[in-house]
């Protein structure tokens, strides 16, 4: 059965002359699909900004410039391009508006709000010109999509540039972006300005912007941002003009020379995948310094509603990247800015819009998942459309790990695994390896994208131990950081730190719907000895670790790898004996095993008291010696 990747629809997208060249540029995507991005044959394009522009607080209009220098990495020829016009989307009519009012559990912050957008309210991306090397393009809008038909064909290996002019009108704050959102804060200039699409090894990733997640190009900005003086702004990348900027970003004791007039705001990012920034006249601004990382900036409307839960978060921010360099991998850049603004809590390169008010484990939380981020989505640029449980769920397990530094807490997994079982019970999960936006419901997309992938990591400490996870969360940040890892480029990663098979591991989980659910079916005795008999009652395989707690008080781990894992994991606790048993394979629905002492010297017996895997009825997991709801069978009666 194919899966959602296998249903790619391989382009060609330069003219090919001939038949014999058809088949072999189609026998090549095929190749190129099914081997992956191995680190030899990988390829990214590249992208460098210069943009200019100035927002009229007045109108809340924004007139720029824009060049945008295209490298074209790829093996391909293209003849056109993309640009996200993401502003289009807050219009009434447009597929965000439309699937928002027909989704039978629609965001609470969208709701119909798109619908009832005045002509002043509503967002716009104009584009007044656009040459490509200093000649006019053909282009045409379609939604949150600009179309570009190119002068002239773009060669693999080269690079072009495309000179625009473009006005947008900011809108009232319902997703993400806009002007002022429930909290008062004026501007949220996410998603502001028109972005090149990302072209990879599948093609082009010009999807309409209809709800969720998004992919970028990796490269370099350079930006200036003309507005009112009065206003201090925050966002991607480091301010180059303190000196006339001031706000709190100058040295101390250093002077300000403000010229007359708006102020010009000058900032460059290099090696990100978006620019964003907010802009408020009642921002302040602090800032702390990580040790052994970077500076870390907070800006925030001082109130009775945030002034005291902001300051506290300042120390949870620095625990915050100290905990992610050490177990993730060192954050690349010298500067991060946590910003109130937006209607929840978003991630971009360098920093983070959250919501300012509300109780200080909810601010922190978000701060935290939010941070989290700048690992996986904003250094492992993993396509978050498609995968969005290698963005969300990585970025929710790495912060919930980090965040249990803070507020200590047993399990800080627990919550993703009581999100699954609950969707599981509902009837309304669907396969996590979708895009984002298909989803049938807000929940199933939640469950899949943040519990689902925060339990994907969970499992694979259970299936390889953890100190071969934690190795691995390294290499694989260290070899895929600034890149566009996929799937399996994590998994052989893994693969290779492990010295373990996982790739069905993979499929089970992102692929299907299939759940665990393993149980002990009988206990028995013959001859002083007790015989354990399990039995696989869900369709996906795992391997068990089965505990046996004696009268004595002794404790004896037996451990049942699965065929497909072609090995064990190593032993996780030395102070309990381990045996290692032989391999359950997937087909066979029951195992017996036997131990040395009879029923009478058994306390209890339980599969995974780590509690790592994600079984659906963990009821039928432990038996207990006298326990009437454990099943207990004896064959001498």
């Known amino acids: 059965m194919l899966t959602q990747k296998d249903l790619i629809f391989f382009r060609i997208q330069s003219p090919l002359p001939d038949p014999m060249h058809k088949i072999a540029a189609t026998l090549l995507l095929f190749i190129t699909f099914f081997t992956s991005q191995s680190q030899n044959a990988y390829w990214q394009q590249r992208v460098e900004y210069s943009m200019n522009v100035s927002l009229d607080v007045a109108t809340h209009r924004v007139n720029g410039t824009q060049r945008l220098v295209y490298y074209n990495n790829s093996p391909d020829t293209l003849t056109k391009v993309y640009y996200h016009l993401y502003f289009n989307a807050f219009q009434p009519g447009s597929m965000m508006d439309v699937r928002s009012r027909n989704l039978p559990d629609p965001d609470r912050r969208v709701m119909d709000r798109i619908s009832k957008l005045t002509d002043t309210e509503i967002g716009y991306q104009h584009i007044q010109s656009l040459t490509q090397d200093g000649k006019e393009t053909s282009h045409r809008v379609n939604g949150t999509l600009l179309e570009v038909t190119l002068t002239k064909p773009l060669l ?17 704050q319902i997703r993400r972006s806009g002007r002022n959102n429930r909290e008062g804060i004026a501007y949220s200039m996410t998603q502001w300005y028109p972005k090149m699409a990302e072209y990879d090894y599948q093609g082009w990733h010009a999807y309409q912007y209809v709800a969720r997640e998004f992919h970028g190009v990796w490269g370099d900005f350079d930006v200036k941002i003309t507005i009112d003086p009065s206003y201090v702004i925050g966002g991607t990348g480091k301010l180059q003009n303190a000196d006339k900027i001031g706000h709190g970003y100058e040295k101390a004791g250093a002077k300000v020379e403000r010229a007359p007039g708006n102020l010009t705001w000058h900032f460059i990012a290099k090696d990100v995948i978006d620019f964003t920034w907010a802009a408020d006249p009642e921002y302040t601004h602090d800032r702390v310094q990580v040790p052994n990382g970077p500076e870390v900036h907070f800006f925030y409307q001082k109130n009775e509603k945030t002034a005291e839960n902001w300051k506290k978060m300042q120390d949870y921010a620095v625990q915050t990247f100290q905990h992610l360099n050490k177990y993730f991998g060192k954050y690349p850049f010298d500067t991060y800015s946590v910003i109130q603004g937006g209607d929840g809590g978003m991630e971009y390169p360098m920093c983070t819009l959250i919501l300012g008010e509300g109780p200080l484990t909810g601010v922190t939380g978000t701060m935290a998942h939010e ?63 979708q895009h984002s936006d298909h ?10 994208a943040y519990s689902e992938g925060a339990i994907f990591l969970q499992q694979l400490k259970y299936l390889i131990g953890n100190e071969s996870f934690y190795k ?34 993979l499929r089970y989980w992102i692929y299907t719907t299939k759940r665990i659910d393993y149980a002990i079916t009988s206990v028995a005795e013959k001859d002083g000895n007790a015989y354990v008999t399990l039995d696989r009652l869900g369709e996906f395989p795992m391997p068990i670790d089965l505990m046996v707690t004696y009268q004595d008080g002794s404790m004896e781990l037996f451990y049942i790898s699965t065929n497909e894992l072609l090995g064990n994991k190593p032993a996780e606790d030395n102070a309990v004996k381990r045996n290692v048993l032989t391999a359950w394979p997937w087909v066979n629905p029951s195992y017996s095993l036997k131990l040395s002492k009879p029923v009478a010297a058994i306390t209890s017996i339980e599969i995974d008291p780590s509690q790592r895997m994600a079984d659906i009825n963990r009821k039928n997991n432990v038996w207990v010696l006298g326990d009437k709801t454990s099943e207990y069978k004896d064959p001498t009666r």
Do not use: C
């Open 472 to 505: 691995g969360m390294l290499q694989y940040y260290n070899t895929w950081k600034m890149k566009h890892p996929e799937p399996n480029d994590f998994v052989r990663v893994m693969e290779k730190v492990s010295g373990l098979q996982l790739h069905w591991y």
């Open 156 to 172: 693999p290996k080269t690079k072009t540039t495309f000179d625009m002019k473009f006005e947008s009108q900011v809108p009232i």
């Open 371 to 433: 941070i989290a981020h700048s690992w996986y989505q904003m250094t492992l640029a993993s396509n978050e459309s498609l995968y969005a449980w290698m963005d969300e769920g990585f970025t929710d397990f790495a912060s919930s790990e980090a965040r249990a530094t803070f507020f200590p807490t047993e399990n800080p997994h627990a919550g993703s695994y009581a999100s699954y079982f609950s969707l599981v019970a509902s009837g309304l999960q669907e396969i996590a390896g």
């Open 439 to 448: 989803f049938s419901t807000n929940r199933a997309y939640g469950t899949a």
